[in-house]
């Protein structure tokens, strides 16, 4: 390392302005996964006017960026920069301007923490090794790491750091853990199929929709019944479809949801132990279920010597009350998991929580606190350094 950690502090407050901006355009200017196309064209040019080699339409809209000898060891930062399909409920200056759209997971933030590292790393003399960013399309539909991997994003990398943003940890402070950090997630794709009739001659029919209703509240008692509580699972259904007019009986009903585990043998008999419950529901009503289980993204696996080289950075730019412990894995899931089925590497916990708190994920009041951004970018600048100056030839 040539620059001393004051100089890139430095240049860390003089660029906070321009961050923020930026930071506030992107969340104006939310595009779901797969769709990211003018924030892809943003981040590029960013990235080139710090100097950075460029690469667009990695993993169809992601972005790879490349500095200093990158024929050695190469350690790199993926950062996402998907939104979500939910209306905006913040009433901010800067809220989102796409109807039904908004950065309701923090990859605004992440994008912008993703810049600032790159334009300060730009601003290093010389670095001891070469360095990759990886800007992630795609992440909320769990599909952005696999393309990307598709295109040879993890090729000759080393090492892999991430951030995600926590609204439970508050501004100032991080989250760790080593070893286990989310869930693995399955989409769960449920056809209830009965048959239609009458809404005044019920017992003419077989109800979709009410056999659905049990079928929801089924899975639900059966995991709190017959499943180990020391062992979570949870189960939520985000959508349901079915029915054409108010007075007759549906004959078909969609359940879309999604399905958390943190044990992996339990995790693996989990679908056949699904079907089972709710074909069993649904024959003794007289109906028929069709049942498709698709995993989506396996668990974050912390990599114990990366995750404690981030600690021993972070404790340094934050001090140690500020980074915390985390004692428990999250139900959360993260396609950052499809990289490190690759590439070692570690993702912790940006806590972006004001005084009063903070809505959590997914929600259309999430407002975090634009503040974290310069603890983001101080962790990760530090922990990147440090590794390259571990690892210099």
């Avoid at 952005?144 to 402070?173: N, Q, R, Y």
């Avoid at 289980?293 to 500020?322: C, F, H, M, W």
């Avoid at 600048?381 to 100056?389: I, P, V, Y």
Wanted: with cysteine; net charge negative.
């Amino acid at each position: 390392m040539s620059s001393s950690t004051n100089t890139w502090s430095e240049h860390l407050n003089e660029a906070l302005p321009e961050l923020i901006e930026i930071r506030r355009h992107l969340h104006s200017h939310p595009e779901l996964s797969g769709q990211e196309y003018q924030t892809a064209a943003l981040i590029a040019g960013e990235l080139r006017s710090y100097g950075w080699k460029v690469k667009e339409g990695v993993g169809r809209t992601g972005v790879v960026a490349e500095l200093g000898e990158c024929s050695g060891p190469l350690v790199g930062l993926r950062v996402d920069m998907d939104a979500l399909p939910i209306e905006e409920q913040t009433g901010l200056i800067y809220e989102s301007k796409r109807e039904g759209v908004m950065h309701a997971c923090g990859h605004d933030l992440h994008t912008s923490i993703g810049l600032g590292v790159a334009k300060l790393m730009a601003m290093e003399s010389e670095l001891s090794t070469g360095m990759r960013l990886l800007f992630q399309p795609a992440e909320e539909i769990a599909q952005g790491a696999i393309w990307m991997k598709k295109d040879g994003a993890l090729e000759g990398l080393d090492a892999l750091f991430g951030v995600h943003v926590c609204p439970a940890i508050s501004t100032g402070s991080i989250g760790i853990r080593s070893g286990l950090l989310t869930a693995e997630a399955g989409e769960l794709e449920i056809e209830v199929i009965g048959e239609g009739g009458h809404g005044a001659r019920p017992h003419q029919a077989i109800d979709a929709i009410w056999i659905s209703s049990r079928v929801v509240t089924g899975l639900q008692e059966a995991i709190s019944r017959r499943l180990d509580a020391l062992n979570p699972v949870v189960i939520s259904f985000g959508r349901i479809e079915g029915g054409k007019a108010f007075n007759v009986i549906a004959e078909r009903v969609s359940l879309l949801g999604t399905v958390r585990c943190l044990d992996p043998s339990l995790n693996e008999s989990l679908p056949k132990w699904i079907t089972e419950i709710v074909e069993g529901i649904c024959s003794s009503f007289g109906a028929r279920a069709v049942v498709r289980y698709k995993r989506i993204a396996p668990s974050v696996y912390n990599d114990p010597s990366l995750t404690t080289l981030l600690e021993t950075s972070a404790i340094k730019q934050l001090g140690n009350p500020n980074v915390l412990r985390l004692e428990k894995a999250s139900l959360g899931a993260e396609d950052f998991a499809e990289l490190l089925q690759d590439v070692k590497g570690t993702m912790f916990r940006l806590g972006v929580a004001g005084k009063d708190g903070c809505a959590p994920l997914h929600n259309g009041n999430f407002c975090p606190e634009e503040e974290s951004l310069v603890s983001g970018i101080k962790v990760l600048m530090a922990t990147l350094l440090s590794w390259m100056h571990r690892n210099a030839s």
